[in-house]
Every structure is written in C-alpha cells, then in structure tokens.
C-alpha cells in the first residue's frame, strides 16, 4: 500500500510563493507517476502539474505554467511543487497523486484516473 503525506501549505499573500512536497511510502517510488492536483470549494478536482519517473517529462496546467514547477527527488521518495507569484485563483486544496502502471506521457498524465493513490490534500490559500 502506498501513502502519501502532502505538507508545506498555508496563507500566502498573492505575488507570494510557497513550496508543498509530498512524501511517499512504497518501495518502488522511481516507478511511480506523481502528479498534483487541486480542488476549489464547488469546483471540480483539476491538474496542476505531473511528472515522470525519471523527471524528464514533467506537464503542467496551461494556468500555472511559467508560474509552477513540479520536482522529484528519487532518493527522498518525495515529489515538490514549487509555487511562484501565486494569485487569489490558485487558492484551493492540493492532492498528491501516485501511479503505479505505465509511464506517465502525454494527455494520459492530466487525467484524475490514471492515478490510484492520493494524499489527503494541503490547504493553500492566496490572499488579495
């Protein structure tokens, strides 16, 4: 069973920055897709941002993109996001995702489904 503890959420003003990072249990972490997504109060669940195995590959929400960045770290099992000039918009709860099938690459990667373990969320709030 694979679990994934999110942190490094809170109240930033908005132009701020905040980095969240997720770390994950499991034993074969490198062949873990992880991704981040994010749910606003009555809104649905949206990508933010994913990577693959190696890093190589990483996507992002064309909202965020230039504003976000998605890393990993294969030795600490942890996946970050790091949040540059956050806006009020961006405000929502963050999840972690991990998949342990295929490779992410492509559209497959933006899609909720592909993956099968979540974290519990980190609240972020941006402040106008």
């Known amino acids: 069973q694979v679990q994934l503890v999110e942190s490094g959420g809170g109240l930033v003003q908005a132009g701020g920055s905040l980095r969240l990072s997720c770390a994950t249990s499991g034993r074969s972490f490198s062949r873990y897709s992880m991704a981040w997504f994010r749910q606003a109060p009555g809104k649905e669940r949206e990508f933010v941002a994913g990577?693959?195995?190696?890093?190589?590959?990483?996507y992002y929400a064309s909202s965020v993109k230039g504003r976000f960045t998605i890393s990993r770290d294969n030795a600490k099992n942890t996946v970050y996001l790091q949040m540059n000039s956050l806006k009020p918009e961006d405000t929502a709860v963050y999840y972690c995702a991990a998949d342990d099938g295929n490779d992410c690459a492509g559209y497959v990667c933006y899609r909720p489904q592909k993956y099968n373990y979540w974290g519990q969320g980190t609240q972020v709030t941006a402040s106008s």
């Open positions: 990577i693959s195995w190696s890093g190589g590959r990483t």
